[in-house]
């Protein structure tokens, strides 16, 4: 038989512990989950983990109450564990799974990152979305050549121009690309006209022109 951990706190009780736990253990739970979990980019990430670490607190609190313990005495171990038990993927309603694609815990776990494919796509931007269309526009030599001629161009510019007609390539508004790069609006329009001459000039047409 194993033994019980003692009887659910009554209402009173219950009411108590939980003024208790908000004044005097979250304050500290919380500062320690946001050290512990400060590497976490992803806000709504960081937030479940938090959530998450405080409520298995909680639980642990109530179990150890029950058990005649005195969790004051020992709050920065329990916060200490409960962080690391959310970081593992344990959840108060179970556990992630470390198989599941979607897990946080399987990301870290076997190193891998999941993302969304770009609304709109550009060459170097996304080797999935290339490999996953089909061009039936263009001829193959046509698409191998720019494959091959594209990343030879931009490798001659400069940093900040590939990252500009990168965003120009995702289809961003002039003003948001000038804002974004502390340019005006002019200097990008320029731009954009020197990057179309420059590459029609890599093409072999000498005066930038069709």
């Known amino acids: 038989m194993t033994a019980r951990s003692g009887p659910a706190p009554r209402a009173p009780a219950l009411h108590r512990l939980q003024q208790t736990f908000v004044a005097d253990i979250l304050p500290r739970v919380e500062a320690h989950g946001q050290v512990y979990f400060r590497d976490v980019r992803c806000p709504h990430t960081k937030e479940e983990l938090l959530a998450e670490m405080t409520a298995l607190c909680w639980e642990w609190f109530l179990r150890l109450v029950r058990r005649g ?62 490999a996953l269309q089909d061009n039936t526009r263009s001829p193959v030599p ?51 006209r020197e990057f179309l001459d420059g590459w029609r000039h890599f093409c072999g047409e000498a005066d930038g022109r069709p």
Request: proline letters at 4%.
């Open 69 to 130: 313990k005195d969790v004051l005495q020992f709050v920065s171990a329990l916060a200490s564990y409960a962080a690391r038990a959310a970081a593992s993927g344990r959840r108060l309603c179970g556990s992630e799974r470390s198989k599941d694609v979607l897990s946080p815990v399987a990301r870290r776990r076997h190193g891998f990152r999941v993302g969304r494919l770009p609304d709109c796509g550009t060459l170097n931007g996304n080797p999935l979305e290339e």
């Open 142 to 192: 046509a698409q191998v050549s720019f494959r091959l001629d594209f990343p030879a161009w931009l490798a001659g510019l400069s940093d900040r121009d590939r990252r500009v007609i990168a965003d120009l390539m995702l289809g961003e508004r002039t003003l948001d690309v000038a804002q974004k790069h502390r340019l005006s609006p002019a200097r990008i329009s320029q731009l954009r």
